[in-house]
């Protein structure tokens, strides 16, 4: 059960190494804030392989909800990614709206997803429903 100093002075130098690295900081932070404490999600019954698939469970008059007390942030800079439950995601461009959305809006619809690019919903929404970080009801 010991910790040798040796583990102790190699884990210092990698944080050393985090500090003087901008990005590497900001991925270890926005995974470590949104790490949950108990896993809360639950696999889906069944996966979405494609936006279509979405779309028509969507416009079925089903909505996507974020599974409750799963944490979701992004960071823009120094690069864009989305975190959540501790997993990060990187982001395009393009995707920085989508993952603003999806941090502060707890429950969407086909109506919400139709202003975001096609190719944004199918590398990131369908990742998180897929995960169980998000149900349709």
């Known amino acids: 059960g010991q910790i040798k100093e040796e583990v102790i002075d190699k884990m210092q130098q990698i944080m050393i190494n985090y500090l003087n690295d901008k990005e590497k900081l900001a991925s270890w932070f926005g995974s470590y804030i949104t790490d949950p404490k108990v896993s809360l999600n639950m696999p889906p019954e069944e996966t ?6 979405l779309a028509v469970m969507l416009n079925s008059g089903a909505v996507l909800v974020g599974m409750e007390g799963v944490k979701i942030s992004y960071i823009e800079s120094p690069v864009a990614s989305l975190f959540v439950e501790g ?43 897929n995960r169980g970080y998000l149900y349709a009801e």
């Open 48 to 53: 979405i392989e494609d936006t279509k698939t």
């Open 87 to 129: 997993y990060e995601l990187p982001l395009e461009s393009k995707d920085v709206e989508l993952a603003k959305f999806l941090a502060n809006e707890k429950m969407f619809s086909a109506a919400d997803l139709n202003r975001f690019d096609e190719e944004s919903i199918d590398s990131i929404v369908l990742d998180l429903y």
